[in-house]
């Protein structure tokens, strides 16, 4: 079976089938706004993920 499966079912011998959003949720916010605090703008994600603004953020050539 795969891992997506066992994960499925292993949520529904826990009976919290129903409240399972993503696979992936272990991974994190995949989508954040930029937010501004104490005058410090701190990049959204759609800020690193272009090769433009990636730089400007030190991500890769290829904004990630």
């Known amino acids: ?7 499925m079912e ?3 011998t826990a009976g919290v089938a129903d409240s399972v ?4 949720a272990s991974l994190g916010v995949l989508e954040w706004p ?5 005058d410090i703008r701190y990049p959204g994600v759609r800020d690193v993920r ?3 603004r990636g730089r400007r953020w030190g991500s890769g050539p290829d904004g990630v």
């Open 1 to 7: 079976m795969a891992p997506e499966g066992e994960f």
């Open 50 to 52: 272009t090769p433009r």
């Open 21 to 24: 959003i993503s696979y992936r």
């Open 10 to 12: 292993d949520a529904r």
């Open 34 to 38: 930029p937010v501004v605090f104490g």
